[in-house]
């Protein structure tokens, strides 16, 4: 069984979908910015930081132009200045209403310096908006959890399953299903989790993830060959086109005894000549 941080990481990226995804995976948007703005080297950081100072002294100014200010915020992020980044993302957020992952990246912002009623806030008003945005409702579930109202977190994702899925199926209906199992997961109920990824995989029977999910449950309980059977069925679902986290974790769980072989090819005795030439208007035998 893999280390328990690494088989949280699987289970939590079971509802990736778009851009953001994993289940209850804070800093999503933080890591990207971050991720992709400081290189290691240290001889680096002050070529940075007099690049901000430039965009800084522009957006005072009223000069920086909007792919300039995304870029002031990418570098106050990734240089740790996240309160400096604060309210530059807020105006950037004001002024660009329809890019929702703005408001998420906000929400996030605020919840990492320890505002949660202040990422709550730009939650909600991203919900009122796109009341079954699956990142807002991750980060949302997240913070209630952290709360103590898992409750609340239950209730409200039980909601957006429901509208999801009536009168028929949205294709935000599995990741918020992976959501809500997630929640119960976390809440120490693993029974109820698995009975929401049966009902899931039986709403949904040609998606592979409800499957994988239980499989990890199965795999954290012990039932190791429960889960190789459960993680056998997902893959067959995904067929020849394959998922990457099925492999991962048959990898992690060494069950490569699950992969797909590649099909044996016949070998002729006298390998180095030509295949015998049927007579035309012969059949071979």
Known sequence: MPPAPRRQGLWLGLAATGLAGACLAAGWWLGQLQGGGIPERSASRPRLERQAA?????????EA???EQQRLLELLVALDRKAEATPLLERLADQQPERWSLRLLLAELRRDQGDRSGAERELRQLLNQRPDQVEAL???ALIQVETGRTALALSQLEAALKRATTPTPKPNAVPIGLLLANVHQRNGQPGKAEAEL???NTRFPKDPRPLLARALIQQERGDTKAAQGTLAQAKALAGDKGDARLDEVA???GLAAIRPKPPKTPVRENAGEPPPATPSGSQSP
């Open 54 to 62: 430039d965009l800084r002294r522009r957006l005072d100014s009223g």
């Open 65 to 67: 132009s909007v792919a």
């Open 138 to 140: 991750q980060l949302m």
């Open 198 to 200: 049966i009902k899931l």
């Open 251 to 253: 990898a992690a769980w």
